[in-house]
């Protein structure tokens, strides 16, 4: 599991990073709103642990952002004790959990845990992108039209990265990090070979090349 923490105060930050570390999570970090954008743009994250009170961009706006991109990925909110105006904004605009400062890491990790476990995709979801289906449990892709196809497990994730955000550009660098692959010079051109499969069953207008870039997922309304 990896996630971000965004936390403007340097000890607590590092002090949570070394604790869920610890736990066995992969964790990054952000000090202020503006690199925590940057790093959701840029990675995948099971979770994220969210400071309110951040400098450059508050908390409520990064997550108001996040949530107006149609990124459903769990944020914890943090806020101080007495704050419950902050609490109850920050579940309106789509916080799945909040913790008031100070608290005891036990809990935080408790939290987390349980946010982890209630985010679990259920067995027969699936994502539904401009007439296509991937079923999450049997890993069938499916157009409305009636065309089945069973892709090859590095061809599902792949996939299944590039439908779970329609729209967005995804780098040879974030689809090798979801395959497991690190070496991204010595292995890029492993991407193409799965971008020219997934294209031969969803069509190649279907998933674009951003030159330079990297590839995404056409939605309904770019087609």
């Given at each position: 599991?990896?996630?971000?923490?965004?936390?403007?105060?340097?000890?607590?930050?590092?002090?949570?990073?070394?604790?869920?570390?610890?736990?066995?999570?992969?964790?990054?970090?952000?000090?202020?709103?503006?690199?925590?954008?940057?790093?959701?743009?840029?990675?995948?994250?099971?979770?994220?642990?969210?400071?309110?009170?951040?400098?450059?961009?508050?908390?409520?706006?990064?997550?108001?952002?996040?949530?107006?991109?149609?990124?459903?990925?769990?944020?914890?909110?943090?806020?101080?004790?007495?704050?419950?105006?902050?609490?109850?904004?920050?579940?309106?605009?789509?916080?799945?959990?909040?913790?008031?400062?100070?608290?005891?890491?036990?809990?935080?990790?408790?939290?987390?845990?349980?946010?982890?476990?209630r985010g679990q995709q259920p067995l027969d979801e699936s994502l539904q992108v401009a007439?296509?289906?991937?079923?999450?449990?049997?890993?069938?892709?499916?157009?409305?039209?009636?065309?089945?196809?069973?892709?090859?497990?590095?061809?599902?994730?792949?996939?299944?990265?590039?439908?779970?955000?329609?729209?967005?550009?995804?780098?040879?660098?974030?689809?090798?990090?979801?395959?497991?692959?690190?070496?991204?010079?010595?292995?890029?051109?492993?991407?193409?070979?799965?971008?020219?499969?997934?294209?031969?069953?969803?069509?190649?207008?279907?998933?674009?090349?951003?030159?330079?870039?990297?590839?995404?997922?056409?939605?309904?309304?770019?087609?």
């Open positions: 599991m990896r996630l971000l923490i965004v936390e403007d105060e340097v000890e607590l930050q590092n002090h949570l990073a070394s604790q869920l570390k610890s736990q066995g999570y992969l964790v990054d970090q952000a000090f202020d709103g503006e690199e925590a954008l940057y790093l959701m743009a840029e990675f995948n994250y099971d979770l994220v642990i969210l400071d309110l009170g951040l400098p450059k961009r508050p908390g409520l706006d990064v997550l108001r952002i996040w949530r107006e991109q149609h990124l459903t990925t769990p944020v914890i909110i943090l806020t101080a004790r007495n704050a419950w105006q902050e609490r109850v904004e920050g579940l309106r605009v789509g916080a799945d959990d909040y913790l008031g400062k100070p608290f005891h890491f036990e809990e935080l990790l408790a939290r987390v845990q349980a946010t982890l476990r007439g296509w289906q991937l079923n999450l449990d049997t890993k069938v892709l499916s157009h409305r039209d009636g065309r089945h196809f069973q892709p090859t497990a590095n061809e599902f994730r792949v996939l299944r990265l590039l439908m779970k955000r329609p729209g967005q550009i995804f780098s040879k660098e974030q689809i090798l990090e979801r395959l497991g692959n690190q070496d991204s010079e010595s292995e890029g051109n492993l991407v193409e070979v799965y971008i020219r499969r997934l294209r031969q069953m969803v069509g190649k207008t279907q998933i674009q090349t951003q030159r330079g870039l990297g590839y995404r997922f056409c939605s309904e309304e770019e087609r």
